[in-house]
Nanobody, 123 residues
């Protein structure tokens, strides 16, 4: 399973970014996919998670609720994370990860990881 993130960058407070996670060598829809982030000096934390095909539910960490939206594009084998109303607390490296298990915000539940995409929110 190979996952590649893109879409990170520098954005001002209040701005938006859309992260993409493209899968290769497998079908993303067959797996639980999560977005995680790791800020400098902090542990990796779950941001959002969506179930595999037929499990039509998406979870959001409290600070992401109402601001972030996770979605899938099956035709492109891609998962997105739309992030709005960004603030300095969202500055981190964002990772997508896959699992055969159900959704969890524990990084230890995920078996495969992308290399990450840096999001920097300026004041």
């Amino acid at each position: 399973m190979q996952l590649v993130e893109s879409g990170g960058g520098l954005v001002q407070t209040g701005g938006s970014l859309r992260l993409s996670c493209v899968g290769s060598g497998f079908t993303l829809d067959d797996y639980t996919i999560g977005w995680f982030r790791q800020a400098p000096g902090k542990e990796r934390e779950g941001v959002s998670c969506t179930g595999s095909r037929g499990v039509d539910i998406t979870y959001y960490e409290d600070s992401a609720k109402g601001r972030f939206t996770m979605s899938r594009d099956s035709a492109k084998n891609t998962v997105y994370l739309q992030m709005n109303s960004l603030n300095s607390g969202d500055t981190a490296v964002y990772y997508c990860a896959g699992s055969n298990l159900g959704c969890s915000f524990s990084q230890y539940s995920m078996s495969d990881w992308g290399k990450g995409s840096l999001v920097t929110v300026s004041l």
